[in-house]
């Protein structure tokens, strides 16, 4: 049984009429309705409680009321609310929404007519209309057109150390044009070089190098002064103009081993007309180097305070006026600048830098490194393998995403496998297409919540999705408020929503009493149950209507102020972890955590590993954190596991690809990504190290390779391996025909040993049982002879 008050005027008075009713036939709610356990008191705060809540603003409702208080009855589930009466129209339910503006389908060449007409990314335009809490989804489809421009430019160390370099690549450009002829149609070309910035400490400023740093250095006595970065040629498709600018070039001398080259590679960047950047083409920046790079705040020690700004700074020389006077760029301003002009770097470098600038490549998007040969003999090659692995992978970036936004991202490549947390396709053919599903939610309403944008784009490449976002975060009976309104007592509230509003010194659910006075309260209105404290104990209940006191940790709400937002679960002493918001005592997780103080992340990509699978196949991912299930497996994506069946197998790929350039890993790209352990190669292995797992496999030519798998304490996996394959000399049929033959004939001589040892033996048996006999014999004689006969008698 409840009871539902209905309000309504007539001839300018307002009655109110209690009406019973029996509504057994209602399904009884079970378990916390959340909705409800908000205590909202607008439609506002209602459709921030969950996605779930709904709120009903039906005008002069036969609406039931619950017995638990006025304020809660609508905001509810949406069945709820029908159930007590309200009807669809006037129930405000905001749901996410996306909206396709603009989906051109994707191109497969990229010599179309018009490269405007080519796309690489769909859809390109899309609106998401967000309510808090609530998410929406939308798929981005990727692919990398056949024959797309190219834009090369060869940004080159200058420096004494390179001149071999500089000889190697005088006829770069016709070489060059004519490996990438085989992988794009139009093609074009440009050049540019560094040393360093010509102050102290960098360079030699006395007066007797200003024209000649390499004044008294008795090896190569003539040289240029120092620059930081000279713009040689712009990108063009004349190939002789390459080779002749280069071979006009002459190395130069600076004081520090460390280059200038970040600062060449940001004006190579910004300086998009000097240097001749096309629009519709995909950009090449290849850096050679032999040394590491200056990075931001080393310029101090030349005195320059002022960071870099990012800007071009090329004078009429086409030389960086701003060299001398603004410092080293930052890893972030070089990745920034890099990803907004769309181009991907190649660090070429040698190999005893190798790691220094892979480990850049992670700080950097759109980067890859190679190893350089001292003379760059290897250049050419170089360029087109670091080409074909970077057209071999499609990585998504999202920029300008506002502060309130979450999203998830999950990749389909080309096996068709949903890879969740994961916005990364490898291995990739030209022309393929891949997929990533985006989700989207709001975790609350900016200020204002005005729209916002962003834009997902693949690494390098012009094309990008823009997003814009709407935030549902008012409710439309909202905009229909009617002050006054004859509903609410005494002219004294604006009825918005189907509720009053009141206005100041006025309470009660239709305005109908002031502050101070008193009202009859049968029904116990400013307690949430019999026995339970007044207004919970932190408010006052005022004309039947709780009235919750201020608190310093911060807001204290509900019908009978029996909820705030500050008694949740803590992380570290952080509120919900600071992934949530706290909703009367239980934290509310924004998209991607879990959990009762939401420090649980969903998210997969810190769990894999370096070949693309979640703990390396032998654990499980749980808040983000690798839980290894495989007996002695450890590590962050548990890839550390010398005592795994699988152990000898897996490092096995790397000692072939690494040492011997064989192997399934054996692309050059491919195995730098995948096998980053140690490995030391020595004469023989010491097999006594109880540290270790001894590995052992048969190569292709039958030889046996050797090597021991072990994991440090330092973390390290260091794999030690003989130098060469052990491998059996082949047999000698000459000396097989001898052994054969002699040990034919030693068998027949110890044969004959053995018969004649047996026939002497036997022979001199046989002789001295004759000899027995004969003594015998001739003693039987005598004998005869010397005894008279038995019957003579003397």
């Known amino acids: 049984m409840v009871f539902e008050i209905l309000w ?63 304020g809660r009855v609508r905001c509810d589930l949406t069945q709820s609310l029908q159930i007590r009466g309200c009807k669809a129209q006037f129930i405000e339910f905001p749901s996410s929404q996306t909206s396709i503006l603009k989906s051109n389908p994707l191109s497969t060449k990229g010599s179309a007519p018009s490269q405007n007409e080519v796309t690489q990314i769909m859809p390109q335009k899309i609106s998401v209309s967000l309510r808090p809490g609530d998410q929406t989804s939308f798929q981005v489809q990727v692919r990398q057109v056949e024959d797309y421009p190219v834009d090369l430019y060869y940004l080159m160390d200058l420096s004494l150390s390179m ?27 440009g050049f540019g070089t560094f040393v360093d910035k010509n102050i102290s400490p960098f360079s030699y400023t006395e007066p007797k190098y200003q ?40 190395v130069s001398r600076n004081r520090d081993a460390p280059e200038g080259g970040f600062d060449a590679i940001v004006q190579a960047a910004v300086c998009k007309e000097e240097i001749g950047w096309r629009k519709e083409a995909f950009h090449l920046l290849v850096f050679a180097t032999d040394d590491v790079p200056h990075l931001a705040l080393d310029g101090k020690l030349g005195g320059l305070v002022n960071p870099n700004d990012g800007e071009c700074h090329l004078d009429k020389n086409n030389e960086n006026s701003a060299s001398t006077q603004m410092d080293y760029p930052s890893l972030g301003l070089l990745g920034e600048k890099l990803a907004e002009n769309n181009i991907y770097l190649i660090f070429a470098v040698t190999r005893r830098y190798y790691v220094i600038y892979k480990n850049y490549t992670a700080l950097i998007p759109g980067t890859t490194v190679e190893i350089l040969d001292m003379d760059s003999k290897n250049i050419i090659q170089l360029i087109v393998n670091a080409y074909n692995n970077i057209r071999s992978k499609v990585e998504l970036t999202v920029s300008d995403q506002p502060e309130d936004i979450s999203l998830s991202f999950t990749a389909t490549c080309q096996d068709g496998q949903p890879l969740p947390g994961l916005r990364k ?78 206005e100041p010194g006025y309470l009660g659910s239709h305005c109908e009493c002031q502050e101070g006075e008193s009202g009859n309260n ?43 937002d500050f008694s949740c679960a803590r992380h570290k002493g952080v509120l919900c972890a600071g992934h949530g918001e706290c909703h009367c005592g239980e934290c509310k997780c924004h998209a991607g955590y879990i959990g009762d103080n939401c420090n649980c992340s969903t998210e997969t990509t810190s769990c894999l590993a370096d070949d693309g699978q979640l703990c390396s196949g032998r654990g499980h991912c749980v808040c983000g954190h690798c839980h290894c299930s495989e007996p002695g497996a450890f590590g962050d994506t548990c890839e550390k596991c010398p005592t795994c069946p699988d152990a000898c197998g897996t490092k096995r790929e790397c000692i072939e ?55 440090h304490a330092n973390g390290k996996s260091i794999l030690t391996a003989l130098k060469e394959p052990e ?50 014999a001739r003693y039987e004689v005598v004998r005869t002879r010397l005894l008279p006969p038995s019957n003579v008698y003397i």
């Open 211 to 250: 024209n000649n740093p390499c004044n008294g250095y008795k090896l190569f006595p003539n040289c240029v002064p120092s620059f930081g970065f000279r713009h040689v040629l712009s990108l063009t498709d004349k190939v002789d103009r390459f080779n002749q600018e280069v071979q006009k070039q002459m």
């Open 163 to 189: 001149k071999d370099d500089l000889v190697t690549i005088h006829n770069l450009g016709t070489k060059l044009t004519e490996e990438m002829s085989r992988l794009t149609s139009n093609f074009r070309l």
């Open 657 to 711: 690809c690494r040492l011997f350039n064989s192997g399934p890993l054996a692309d050059n790209q491919t195995c730098q990504r995948l096998c980053k352990d140690e490995i030391i190669t020595v004469e023989a292995l010491d097999t006594d190290d109880s540290a270790g797992v001894l590995c052992l496999y048969k190569s292709e030519n039958d030889c046996v390779m050797k090597f021991m798998y072990s994991e």
């Open 522 to 564: 049968p029904l116990g209105a400013c307690r949430e149950a019999e026995g339970k404290r007044m207004c919970s104990g932190r408010g006052e209940c005022s004309c039947n209507q709780c009235l919750c006191y201020e608190s310093e940790f911060g807001k204290v709400y509900g019908s009978f102020c029996e909820c705030d």
């Open 8 to 70: 309504h005027s007539g001839q300018g008075k307002i009655y109110n009429t209690v009406v019973f009713y029996n509504i057994t036939h209602f399904p009884p709610s079970s378990g916390l309705n959340v909705c409800m356990s908000g205590s909202a008191t607008s439609c506002e705060e209602c459709i921030l409680i969950h996605p779930s809540c709904a709120w009903c603003a039906q005008e002069l409702a036969l609406f039931l009321i619950s017995l638990q208080g006025f």
């Open 727 to 776: 491998c059996g000399g082949g047999p000698d049929a000459l000396m097989v025909l001898l052994a054969v033959v002699g040990s034919i004939l030693m068998v027949g001589i110890i044969l004959l040993a053995a018969w004649k040892l047996a026939i002497t033996v036997h022979d001199r048996r046989a002789f001295a049982q004759f000899q027995n006999a004969r003594c015998r």
């Open 425 to 502: 396709c490898s291995d990739l053919k030209i022309g393929d297409t891949v997929s990533f599903d985006v989700n989207v939610e709001a975790r609350s309403c900016p200020k204002g919540a005005a729209s916002q944008s962003f834009t997902i784009k693949p690494v390098g490449f012009k094309d990008r999705l823009e997003v814009t976002v709407d935030y549902s975060c008012d409710c439309g009976c909202t905009r229909a408020a009617k002050p006054p309104n004859p509903n609410c007592s005494r002219r004294a509230g604006t009825f918005t929503c189907g509720k009053c509003y009141c």
